[in-house]
C-alpha cells in the first residue's frame, strides 16, 4: 500500500518505509523530525518544471502531464519504487507543498497505483 502525507504532519509509525520525494529539503523541518527513511529527490519534478509550475492551480493539468512525461522517460526510478514496494507493506510519500490537491505526490502516487 502507498499512501502521501505531507511532510510536516505528524510522524507515525503507522508510516510505514517514508521516502521523500521533494527536490529541495523541506523548510525548517530537521532531518531528525522528519523521520525520512529515503530522500528520493530523482523522482522528484526537474528544477524547470517545478519553477515553471510554482504551484499554480491554473496550470495543473499542463504540470500533471509534464510530469508524467518525465516519469516515462525516468524508467529507473518508478522501478526503483516498484522494488521498494515489494520489500514494505506499506510506503508513505511525503511532500512538503502546501497545496494538498496540486503537488507531485498526487500524479505520484496515480502512476504508482496503476502498476
Do not use: C
Not at 525516468?74 to 507493506?89: A, F, M, P, V
Request: glycine share 2%.
Amino acid at each position: 500500500m502507498i499512501k502521501i502525507k505531507r511532510v510536516y504532519e505528524e510522524y507515525s509509525p503507522d508510516d510505514g518505509f517514508r521516502i521523500l520525494i521533494d527536490r529541495l529539503w523541506p523548510r525548517g523541518v530537521s532531518k531528525a523530525n522528519a523521520h525520512v527513511d529515503l530522500w528520493f529527490k530523482e523522482i522528484a519534478p526537474t528544477d524547470k518544471l517545478r519553477k515553471w509550475f510554482s504551484h499554480d492551480p491554473k496550470k495543473w493539468e499542463s504540470f500533471k502531464k509534464k510530469y508524467i512525461d518525465e516519469l516515462k522517460e525516468n524508467k529507473s526510478s518508478l522501478d526503483k519504487i516498484k522494488n521498494l514496494k515489494k520489500e514494505h507493506k506499506l510506503i508513505t510519500l511525503v511532500f512538503s507543498a502546501k497545496d494538498e490537491q496540486h503537488n507531485n505526490a498526487v500524479v505520484l502516487i496515480e502512476i504508482l497505483r496503476r502498476l
